[in-house]
């Protein structure tokens, strides 16, 4: 197991830029599909972007482009640069990982069994 934690949500205006930042801590040296997940008031939660050990990673259609996830294992962090943000993108963001390599169904939260508490980013327009 790992904990995890957050940090660097804000608020900002359309078209800004935020880095979200999760440290990991506990049994880090294994392998991990970690990603970034988000919940927006009355939504479902949703996947945005994921990332294994081999820094292999894979994007939700709605942020390609705008969203930029990696990882320093060095320091155990995870990491989501942000650009381009839209009021849509409006919601928590959460940390998440499993032990293991990103396949299958990694957009399904329930695949995850390591999270954090969430940090909030708050896009205006």
């Known amino acids: 197991q790992v904990q995890l934690v957050e940090s660097g949500g804000g608020s900002v205006q359309a078209g800004g830029s935020l880095r979200l930042a999760c440290t990991a801590s506990?049994?880090?040296?294994?392998?991990?599909?970690m990603a970034w997940f988000r919940q927006a008031p009355g939504m479902e939660r949703e996947g945005v972007a994921t990332?294994?050990?081999?820094?292999?990673?894979n994007y939700a259609d709605s942020v390609k482009g705008r969203f930029t996830i990696s990882k320093d294992n060095a320091i155990d962090t995870l990491y989501l640069q942000m650009s381009g943000l839209k009021p849509e993108d409006t919601a928590m963001y959460y940390c998440?990982?499993?032990?293991?390599?990103?396949?299958?169904?990694?957009?399904?939260?329930?695949?995850?069994?390591?999270w954090g508490q969430g940090t909030q980013v708050t896009v205006s327009s």
């Open positions: 506990g049994d880090t040296k294994r392998s991990y599909c």
């Open positions: 998440a990982a499993f032990w293991g390599y990103c396949t299958g169904d990694y957009w399904n939260a329930r695949e995850y069994n390591n």
């Open positions: 990332i294994d050990n081999d820094r292999n990673p």
